[in-house]
């Protein structure tokens, strides 16, 4: 049982290329989402999926794309990245309203 | 607005000594209120879960008690560790959403 696992741990982009930030959990949590965390502020949003084939969108979710087609994977896709995308991304599960589990970020840089 | 405040921003205190963090928040309808412990460079944990009836919770040195009426919650940390240091969270969700409102955190050093 690993939890969530989060990839890259570390990832610089230049600016107007596109990546993929992989998150998969292996305990069945119907609810997964991705935040960014930036400096002197609290983690934000950025989009959520309650189930597979399902999701929404966050606080945050300009520049971003997602996709659920299992209940394990969440990618998160920054299209054409920005320098104001530089933070480090957490993604989480859980199930219900039960606690969430974070992996262990994804730090990135944009240039 | 949904929002949560934490405070202090930052505290030091000396390996043994007690403190306590403090967390308002104006979520509604209220949910549940979580204390996450993160370390530096790591994802948050889960330290406590507490619902709209309950006041107290513990979790071996830290215990949060939570005022629904004044909307307001605490982490309590008994003889800290060099282990505490690290930035606590407090997260409420509102009823009826999966969405979590996050404060910006308490920066906790505990020294030797």
């Known amino acids: 049982n690993a939890g969530v696992t989060q990839t890259p741990k570390f990832q610089v982009l230049k600016t107007g290329q596109s990546m993929t930030l992989q998150c998969a959990q292996d305990m069945n949590h119907e609810y997964m989402s991705w935040y960014r965390q930036d400096p002197g502020m609290g983690l934000r949003l950025i989009h959520y999926s309650v189930g597979a084939g399902i999701t929404d969108q966050g606080e945050v979710p300009n520049g971003y794309n997602v996709s659920r087609s299992t209940t394990e994977d969440f990618p998160l896709r920054l299209l054409s990245a920005a320098p104001s995308q530089t933070s480090v991304y957490f993604c989480?599960?859980?199930?219900?309203?039960?606690?969430?589990?974070f992996g262990q970020g994804t730090r990135l840089t944009v240039v | 607005k949904n929002q949560v405040e934490q405070s202090p921003q930052s505290l030091i205190i000396l390996e043994g000594k007690n403190c306590t963090l403090q967390?308002?928040?104006?979520?509604?309808?209220?949910?549940?209120l979580r204390w996450y412990k993160q370390d530096t460079g790591r994802g948050p944990v889960s330290l406590t879960i507490m619902t709209f009836s309950e006041n107290t919770k513990s979790n071996g040195r830290y215990t949060a008690t939570l005022d629904a009426d004044t909307k307001q919650s605490s982490l309590h940390i008994t003889a800290s560790q060099l282990s505490d240091s690290a930035s606590y969270i407090c997260?409420?969700?509102?009823?009826?959403?999966?969405?979590?409102?996050f404060g910006t955190g308490t920066r906790l050093k505990v020294l030797a």
């Open positions: 997260v409420v969700s509102a009823t009826g959403t999966y969405k979590y409102i």
């Open positions: 967390c308002n928040y104006t979520v509604s309808p209220f949910s549940n």
């Open positions: 989480a599960s859980s199930s219900g309203q039960s606690r969430a589990f």
